[in-house]
Structures are given as structure tokens and as C-alpha cells.
């Protein structure tokens, strides 16, 4: 059977637009092959004569149309044949630590290597056949996002909890050796991947050549009643990692020219140890992954404060909301604010109370978090801003309120994350009174 593409949008006068094709049309086949996702969709376009087989409404139509490389149409999802779910069953999971009823969205595990080519998500590479490593290698889809956790096939399986053979190494070098560029992810586990193993790991990931190594933290919700214990990431882990981390980064750059190995921002900020200097990222190679994120946040608010003009201010009494982790980030940055534009904007913590345990990042603030770190204040002046970080595409927050309808009943607006856009949209919110 022929999966279809369904069709959300056909752009004005696109080749699409002109032969017809509309919304909820499904395109399932051109030249003959059915697609799976957008990817086959975008080789099958390079393509300057395409036969298209589409079904509108109960009908079956073939059309022949001649593009530029591009028919002018986007689909409802990138794959078209669902999504491969992960069959893991990690300690560490966080999608295992939510509360009930939230957006079924949520609770999807993916381990698809279509979405890490197209998205930047992490696979595990356990969960994978060989003719889909076949297809990477061949379609070179690069660059790809595999969490290895540990080199260690023993510690990998307990961490991990797959069943099976365990190809991923295999797997790992076969891309590897097809020039696929792949960025490796370790959630590091106190007590488990982090002693000596870990230093194991780093010296195999970096002999197979991989492009680059990201290390986070678990993440330790305090909903783990019913799952395995695990020792949470501390001040002084986090110092001591931070001290070997460093080494390595500078004998690597040393002897391969690059760090390649780079921790995530929570260890510097749990460990209150400065962060690195922007070079010290290189290219930022894990900045989707969170890493480094931080460091350019203040290089870009630094940045765009110089380029801006000052703003004619008509009001400096607003109050920054967001967690307690990236309250620290944001302490430094308020203060070039402060001495270029000659204001005091306050700054607020919120507790991350809904997921509790040692959760305390802005992009996992609920609407409840946020409120009631509101309603503890008395005095914010002309209202609060939180950061967009913890809303998704739709604006709505982790527990499902809508930020849209919040910013209309509450002394509240959402802005962004990013350096250059948190200034740009501060410099509107202070003469837009």
C-alpha cells in the first residue's frame, strides 16, 4: 500500500499552485517511487520533469509538471510513514519523568535518523537496521545526532536497557568511514558512565573521528517515585568534571586542532566556575544541543548593545522572570544594560516547581511556575518578562496554557531568548508603554 504525503500548503503561482494541486491533496508517488518522507521529496524534485501521482479527495490523478527544482508545496508532517519510536528503556529518559495528561505530543519517544538529519534529534543507533544505515550511506544524509553515552558495551546496556544485539559502534564507524559527519551526545550519569569509563569513551569517540562530543547532565526530576535511582549531578562532580574536561580540550587542540569536546552550560553554572570564553566553542558544534549557549547569549547581548543606539526610554520598571539556573546567565547581562542604557531592570527567580527533583532551566518553566513566582511578588513595576524558550511552536507552555491568553490577563510578555533578539524586543517593550 502506498502511504501519501498529505499537502498543508501550496505557495501562490508555485509549479503546484498551477497545475492544480491543493491543501490536503496527497502526493504518493513522483517518477514512479513512493516517498517516505521529505527527504525522497527533495531528491525526487531535483528532478526538472516530474510525474506526480496524487489522490484528491477519493480520486487517483497522475500530473506531469516541469520545476526549477522545487513543485512550491510543504506537507502537515516530514515523514510519511510515521515515526520510528525508540524501544530503549533508558534510566535517564525525561520523557519517563512526566506527569500524566499533558500533550500526547510529549510523551512521543522518537529514534528516527530522518528527524536527526532534519532537526538535529538524537538517535541512539540501537534502534536501527542496516538498510537504514544503508540509506544514510547512500542518500548521505550528514550531519547526524547518536547518543553513545559510553564505549562501553556493559555500561551502554545498563544505561540504556535495550534488548538485542548492540551494533551501535558498528553502525557508528560504518557512517563514520562513509564520511557522514556525526556529533556525539553523553548524558552523564554520576556512578555509572562518568569515572574512568568516561574517560575511555571520549579517547575511542575520538579515534573513530567523530566531529564533535557534547556531555550533559541527567536530568533528575522529582517525579522518579517508581523508577531507578540515580545520584544527581553535583557542585563539586561538576567542578571536578569541569577540571578534566579542560585538560583534554587543551591536549586535544593540542595534538587534533580542535577541542571536540565540550560541556554543557549547566556544569559551569552548578559548579559557579565562570564559563569559557566564546573561542573556547569553536563553531559552537553542540549549540542545538544547549551547549554554548550561555556564553553567546552574553556575546550577542554585548554585541548588539554596541551596535543599537540607546533607547528612548519611557519606562525601566520591568522585572526579568526566569529560572534559577539561568538567573545566573542573566545577572552579567542585565548589568551591560544597565551601564549602556542607564536603567535597572529587576530580575526574579522561578522555582521550577512542576517537575521539582533538580530541575531548574528556563526552557522547562511551566505556565504554573511562572505564576505563582508572580504572585510572590509585589512589586514589578510595569510587569514581567519570561523567556520564549519554554513555549513550543503554538505558544503553549509544558502543562498546556496558552501564553498568548496568559499575556492578555496577566502583567506579562514573553520575549526572546537569543542575545540580539532579547535586546531588540527589550528596547520595544521600554518605549512601548
Known amino acids: 500500500m502506498t502511504v501519501g504525503a498529505k499537502i498543508s500548503t501550496v505557495e501562490t503561482g508555485s509549479p503546484a499552485a498551477q497545475a492544480g ?8 508517488m513522483i517518477n514512479g517511487r513512493p516517498l517516505r518522507d521529505v527527504i525522497d521529496y527533495q531528491i525526487a524534485c531535483l528532478d526538472n520533469s516530474l510525474k506526480l501521482s496524487l489522490k484528491s479527495g477519493q480520486k487517483i490523478r497522475e500530473l506531469k509538471i ?3 527544482g522545487t513543485l512550491g508545496i510543504k506537507f502537515y508532517h516530514s515523514t510519511f510513514n510515521g515515526i520510528k519510536k525508540c524501544a530503549n528503556n533508558c534510566r535517564f529518559c525525561f520523557i519517563d519523568q512526566l506527569p500524566p495528561n499533558l500533550r500526547a505530543t510529549l510523551y512521543i ?10 532537526y538535529g534529534n538524537f538517535i541512539t543507533l540501537t534502534n536501527i537496521s542496516a538498510n537504514a544505515i ?56 554520576p556512578g555509572i558512565n ?39 549531578v553535583t557542585k563539586d562532580f561538576s567542578r571536578d568534571l569541569i577540571g578534566r574536561i579542560t585538560r583534554y580540550q587543551r591536549n586535544n587542540l593540542k595534538v587534533n586542532g580542535s577541542r571536540l569536546v565540550f560541556l554543557a552550560d549547566e556544569f559551569y553554572l552548578l559548579a559557579d566556575v565562570e564559563l569559557p570564553a566564546a573561542t573556547a566553542y569553536e563553531d559552537y558544534p553542540q549549540l542545538e544541543n ?28 520591568w522585572t526579568i522572570l526566569t529560572s534559577r539556573l539561568a538567573a545566573k546567565v542573566l545577572r552579567p547581562a542585565l548589568a551591560m544594560i544597565d551601564s549602556r542604557w542607564r536603567l535597572k531592570l529587576r530580575l526574579s527567580t522561578a522555582d521550577n516547581s512542576f517537575f521539582g527533583g533538580g530541575v531548574s532551566v528556563a526552557g522547562l518553566l511551566t505556565g504554573s511556575d511562572i505564576i505563582a513566582a508572580m504572585e510572590k511578588s509585589s512589586d514589578f513595576g510595569g510587569g514581567f518578562l519570561a523567556p520564549d524558550v519554554c513555549l513550543n511552536d503554538d505558544r503553549l507552555l509544558l502543562d ?31 518605549v512601548d508603554v
Not at 109 to 118: A, I
Request: glycine fraction near 6%; charge should be negative; hydrophobic fraction near 40%.
Open 21 to 28: 494541486i491543493k491543501v490536503d491533496d496527497e502526493l504518493r
Open 66 to 68: 516541469f520545476t526549477d
Open 109 to 118: 519517544k522518537d529514534d528516527d535518523f530522518r528527524l536527526s538529519f532534519l
Open 134 to 189: 544503508e540509506r544514510i550511506i547512500r542518500q548521505h544524509l550528514s550531519p547526524l545526532y547518536v547518543s553513545i553515552h559510553s564505549t562501553d558495551r556493559k555500561i551502554r546496556r545498563r544505561l540504556m536497557g535495550f534488548k538485542g544485539k548492540d551494533n551501535s559502534l558498528d553502525y557508528l564507524k560504518q557512517l563514520l568511514d562513509a564520511g557522514i559527519e556525526v556529533h556525539i551526545q553523553i548524558v552523564l550519569c
Open 194 to 232: 562518568a569515572d574512568a569509563s568516561l574517560d575511555k569513551t571520549l579517547v575511542d569517540l575520538t579515534a573513530m573521528g567523530v566531529a564533535s562530543i557534547g556531555i550533559v547532565p541527567v536530568g533528575l526530576s522529582g517525579r522518579r517515585d517508581d523508577l531507578t535511582k540515580m545520584e544527581p
Open 290 to 317: 544547549g551547549i554554548g549557549l550561555a556564553r553567546k547569549f552574553l556575546k550577542d547581548v554585548a554585541e548588539t548593545l554596541d551596535e543599537m543606539e540607546i533607547p528612548e526610554v519611557k519606562t525601566a520598571s
Open 400 to 430: 498546556g496554557l496558552n501564553a498568548d491568553k496568559l499575556e492578555k490577563e496577566l502583567p506579562l510578555r514573553f520575549i526572546p531568548s537569543t542575545g540580539h533578539m532579547f535586546i531588540e524586543e527589550l528596547a520595544k517593550v521600554m
